[in-house]
Nanobody, 124 residues
């Protein structure tokens, strides 16, 4: 599985961005998908996850109510809609695939495949 993330950029606080992640391979719909982020000098942290069917989602407390994860299994795509962005959301955002254990969705090592990351910068 190869993942290609896009959609990052520079936005003012309160603005919105939508990240996209295109996955290759026929097994996309078999995997839990996740978004993680890593700010300079900090560890990679969980942002959001979505179940194989898309029916169930889960968010980090820091983004709950502002971010929405979705997926389109027919197109092998996963999205992260981000609203009301804050300067503390500034980070490189990574999409991740390959997870099959929903109970471990917040753990980076659960995911076997990672995209290259896309930079999100929120100015105050």
């Amino acid at each position: 599985v190869q993942l290609q993330a896009s959609g990052g950029g520079l936005v003012q606080a309160g603005g919105s961005l939508r990240l996209s992640c295109k996955a290759s391979g026929r097994t996309f719909s078999s995997y839990v998908m996740g978004w993680f982020r890593q700010a300079p000098g900090k560890e990679r942290e969980f942002v959001a996850a979505i179940s194989t069917s898309g029916a169930t989602t889960y968010y980090a407390d820091s983004v709950k109510g502002r971010f929405t994860i979705s997926r389109d299994n027919a197109r092998n795509m996963v999205y992260l809609q981000m609203k009301n962005l804050k300067p503390e959301d500034t980070a490189v955002y990574y999409c991740a695939s390959g997870a099959q254990n929903w109970n471990a969705k917040q753990t980076a090592r659960t995911y076997g495949f990672w995209g290259q990351g896309t930079q999100v910068t929120v100015s105050s």
